[in-house]
């Protein structure tokens, strides 16, 4: 089963627009990741955010956590053509938080 | 160390024949996870290893499947008999605590 699930599942901006995707899952975590695929590939780890912590950068993305509302949001801000991929946000749960369970993915079209 | 290495890339086996694939972690890497994704889904969790051993298996992985990670390097995961809904592309990542690197997959068709 999947913990976590995307909104929107599709997205298609302009290049130089801002993406924002937004992640809402089920139970208590440890710490929320996102992570992104370029078609046929594995994923890449993005940004890891601690349920501790309310916002996160590094680079272009930002990353948002409400615990209280179980949900997080990764914005890309100033998007490229090479932005296009999937997107996944993955939460760690189980014993000792190493088990990490990801969404269904939005998928994100950048046109040049 | 270039990465989390899956071999072969692409498998395809008639039904009912048995597959292994092999994963190459990252060597400093004490975790190893298998992962199987569908068309448009997101990865879904198989099992994964500490060291040599293996910690968690999902309600997913049937009889058909076993994994093993021998002396804590490398891991082989075997689908026996496959069936057509087996056909997938198998992830496998390597981690030494938060975050994971993914190969880049290895893909089965069952045909």
């Known amino acids: 089963s999947q913990q976590g699930e995307e909104d929107p599942q599709a997205l298609s901006i302009q290049e130089g627009e801002n993406a924002t995707m937004n992640c809402s899952y089920k139970?208590?975590?440890?710490?929320l990741q996102w992570y992104r695929q370029n078609s046929g590939r594995g994923l890449v780890h993005l940004i890891l955010i601690r349920s501790n912590e309310r916002e996160k950068h590094s680079g272009r993305l930002r990353v948002t956590l409400d615990t209280s509302k179980k949900s997080s949001s990764l914005l890309i801000t100033a998007s490229r053509a090479a932005d296009t991929a999937s997107y996944f946000c993955?939460?760690?749960?189980?014993?000792?938080?190493?088990?990490?369970?990801f969404g269904a993915g939005t998928r994100l079209f950048v046109k040049a | 160390d270039t990465g989390v290495s899956q071999n072969p890339r692409h498998k395809i086996t008639k039904r009912g024949q048995n597959v292994t694939f092999r994963c190459d972690p990252i060597s400093e890497h004490n975790r190893l996870y298998w992962y199987r994704q569908t068309l448009g889904q997101g990865p879904e969790f198989l099992t994964y290893f500490q060291n040599e051993a293996q910690l968690e298996k999902s309600r997913l992985l049937s009889d058909r499947f076993s994994a093993e990670r021998p002396k804590g390097s490398f891991s082989t995961l075997e689908i026996q008999r496959t069936e057509q809904g087996d056909s997938a592309m198998y992830l496998c990542?390597?981690?030494?605590?938060?975050?994971?690197?993914f190969g880049s997959g290895t893909r089965l068709t069952v045909v």
């Open positions: 993955a939460t760690d749960v189980g014993t000792g938080g190493f088990k990490t369970i």
């Open positions: 139970t208590s975590i440890n710490n």
């Open positions: 990542a390597s981690s030494a605590g938060y975050g994971y690197t």
